[in-house]
């Protein structure tokens, strides 16, 4: 099993598994989420760690466009996170954001 910590090795390796699996890419239906700051800047230091949401989300669609792929939907950026529903037989998706949480 390969593990895929960056965008850039996690969109090349979905694409080799649904080619294995015969899926013509064509066929893929891109949705994309996440991408959330999640912190604010009492929360962490140095400062340029509040963007990682954001560069993910652009490291993402950069891979995407790369491989011919756009999304279809997607809901990204903010400052909370998401929890997803996906059913993967419609390909629908149901977002639930996270309540921000004081500490």
């Keep these: 099993m390969q593990i895929c910590r960056y965008v ?5 390796h979905l694409l080799k598994s649904m080619k294995r699996l015969g899926v013509r890419k064509k066929e ?3 949705k994309l989420f996440g991408g959330a700051t999640g912190l604010t800047s ?10 990682i949401g954001n560069k993910n989300v652009e490291a993402a669609l950069k891979h995407l466009k790369a491989h011919g792929l756009e999304p279809r ?5 903010g400052n909370v996170g998401r ?4 059913c993967t037989y419609t390909g629908d998706v149901w977002i639930k954001r996270l309540e921000k949480k004081m500490f």
Excluded: H, I, N, W
């Excluded at 850039?8 to 090349?12: E, H, K, R």
């Excluded at 939907?73 to 950026?77: A, E, F, N």
């Excluded at 929890?83 to 996906?86: A, G, I, M, S, T």
């Design 8 to 12: 850039d090795t996690a969109v090349a």
């Design 73 to 77: 939907s997607m809901d990204v950026g």
């Design 42 to 51: 009492s929360q962490v230091r140095p400062s340029y760690a509040l963007g």
């Design 83 to 86: 929890k997803l529903l996906f």
């Design 28 to 30: 893929l239906e891109v």
